[in-house]
């Protein structure tokens, strides 16, 4: 046994060194890996206040310059909410129904006349039959019909007549129809087709965020189509 441990002490030796290098390494990669996470860190946090520093400054920079004009930028910040409630109200219904009752809460909401010019423009009265037991059928339902507010919404003030701010506002519309279902070549169902367009109306609104003026112009132009 002696003369074993002779012969191989070298071996054992070696093997020693080497099971030793490897910990070490292990032990040098697991605190490199500890310190780059760490940077990693201290940079994303570097990086999220660097951008929440430079959005404040465009917001004073904005605000300033809003001011160098003699407007409010807190009255356009709440106009800007009551424009995107109404847009979301007028154009997003996915049936007959939900589009009536769409067109009475703007009514109600924003106290429009079922005369007014962006009503007749944009939202008429819907077509629809109805049976002997008066029970209503939607055009919109019958073709399926579905209308959407896009994401993109630009706001702009045009005019300031004392505390009326009349702003210019372009919005995209998504309009949808879920008729019949089509297939191609092979069979296979295609999702139902999408038309955005672009929409301008232009609205005016008093201290109080009252509407006093909203008009809209129709889109012009081909719609961007997809399936």
Known sequence: MTGFWARNSWVLLLGILVAAGVVAAGTSAATRSTALAAQKSQI??????HSHETQRKADISEKNGLEGLGLSASRIKADSATIAQLLTMAFTWDSGLAYETARES????????DKSAFLQTFMPPSRFNHDANGKRYYYIDAVGLNSALGRNIDTEVVAVTGTRYRYAVMADVVVSADGPAQTDSQGTALPPSTATRRILLYITLDARGTISDLVGVPPSGPARTSR
Do not use: A
């Open 106 to 113: 703007l009514q109600d909401r924003f106290d429009l006349s």
């Open 44 to 49: 994303r946090s570097l990086e999220d206040s």
